[in-house]
């Protein structure tokens, strides 16, 4: 899978954090279920599909994340990304190379899923939506950014299982027209991750190609 959508995904959870406090009682909600990614180590799926509404062209990714504190995995069939709270390392299995980076404090807005998770610092809107008058067994809410902080995207839908309060999917509609659902299952909270587990073992995988860009 290419960089770009595993962008994709780290942006997709970012949309958890980034409203203002237009309607408390859904806030509360979204506060609620940002709390898991803060408080342990968790480990979903996932199903993320990129819809491009102008060619009709779609692509589906799917798989694996786990998120630490401002640590975390991302794992799908081509590519594996890994933070360690300071370097990011991108192992590219067909290319068998990873590139180690240290991200600025703007690009871990974008890729950084525990960091975006605990920013409330951007302004922007937070509503229930008229789904949410029906009887679902989620919550279905609307984030609008700023206009004038001029983001990419205009509108993103979130719905939290009512019981859980787990995230179910977040869509987000771009100004483009490509948008991106993304779709978590298979929580798993009780699993304690060390913190190797968020690096990249070099001694391990002596005959990978090493791109270090530090």
């Known amino acids: 899978m290419k960089r770009s959508a595993l962008l994709s995904l780290c ?13 408390t009682k859904a806030k509360a909600i979204l506060d609620k279920a940002s709390l ?3 408080q342990k180590a968790v480990k979903f799926d996932f199903t993320l599909t990129l819809e491009d509404t102008k060619t009709d062209k779609k692509k589906v990714v799917k798989g694996d994340a786990v998120v630490k504190g401002n640590k975390f995995k991302l794992t799908v069939p ?7 709270g300071k370097a990011e390392y991108v192992y590219v299995l067909k290319n068998k190379e990873v590139s180690i980076s240290v991200p600025t404090k703007a690009e871990l ?8 998770l605990t920013s409330y610092s951007q302004k922007g809107s937070v509503q229930f ?6 009887e679902l067994p989620y919550y279905v809410i ?3 950014p700023d206009f004038k902080l001029k983001k990419n995207y205009y509108k993103s839908i979130i719905r939290i299982d009512k019981k859980t309060l787990q995230v179910i999917s977040i869509k987000v509609l771009c100004q483009n027209g490509v948008h991106s659902l ?18 990249f073992d070099l001694k391990a995988n002596p ?8």
């Open 109 to 116: 807005q974008d890729i950084n899923p525990a960091l975006i």
């Open 207 to 214: 005959k990978v190609n090493v791109n270090d860009l530090r």
């Open 142 to 144: 609307d984030v609008f």
């Open 36 to 38: 898991m990614f803060k």
């Open 129 to 134: 939506s008229l789904d949410s008058k029906q």
């Open 11 to 23: 942006f997709l959870l970012s949309t958890l954090s980034i409203f203002a406090q237009t309607d």
């Open 78 to 84: 081509t590519v594996h990304t890994y933070f360690d």
């Open 182 to 199: 993304f779709q978590l299952s298979n929580y798993d909270t009780k699993q304690d991750y060390k913190d190797s587990f968020f690096v």
